[in-house]
């Protein structure tokens, strides 16, 4: 959800700093766009797909989403001389970390849990079970790293409740700039504007 906010707003203010400036907005150039989409293929059949989500074993769905972050990874560093990238390229990096230590999906403490479902939801759960998409159920002394782990909330007068990590933070950030600062009018060998 975070994320989804950031590329909207981005774009926004991509375009808005475009007109302002007096030029069309140029989307980012970006090279080996292929592996977002193959990095995002395992994520939305394994975890987001009910056929396959209930077919397939957690182990192997949480080595398919650490794979998936390392090709993001290897996408943002392809890209890292954009704007933004190299910040959206440390929130993977901090991800991978918690996600990787923790058995391959994001911790989520019974505290933060308890924030988005209705009271007593959480009384079957046990440590190590999922919770949600993405999230591993852990306390936080069982948890490795649990300062990346999904830790933060929305705010409650939002519409849609989520909970998010350090790292999508960044990852947030790092996309805003890239969708707002990569909006430059494109200069010819002369230095003018285009």
Known sequence: MILLI?????????????RWRGHSYQPPELRASWL???????????L???????????????ACL???????????????????MSILLIGLALNLTVMAANGGFMPISPQTAGQLVP???????????RFGV????????????????DRF???????????????????AI?????LAWTGQPVKNNRGISQ
């Open 6 to 18: 950031a590329l909207v707003v981005g774009l926004a203010a991509g375009v808005a700093l475009s």
């Open 134 to 149: 993405k999230d591993i159920y852990f306390p936080p002394q069982d948890t490795r790293f649990e300062w990346l782990a």
């Open 174 to 178: 790092g996309a805003f700039g890239l």
């Open 119 to 129: 009271e007593g939801a959480l009384l079957d759960f046990q440590p190590g079970d």
């Open 36 to 46: 977002a989409f193959l990095a995002f293929l395992p994520q939305l059949t394994l």
């Open 48 to 62: 987001y797909l009910p056929y396959f989500r209930i077919r397939v074993s957690d182990r192997v769905s949480a």
């Open 153 to 171: 909330l929305t705010p409650a007068w939002f519409s849609y409740r989520a909970a998010f990590s350090l790292g999508d933070v960044f990852i």
């Open 66 to 84: 650490l794979l998936s972050l390392l090709v993001f990874l290897g996408f943002a560093w392809v890209n890292r001389g954009l704007p933004g």
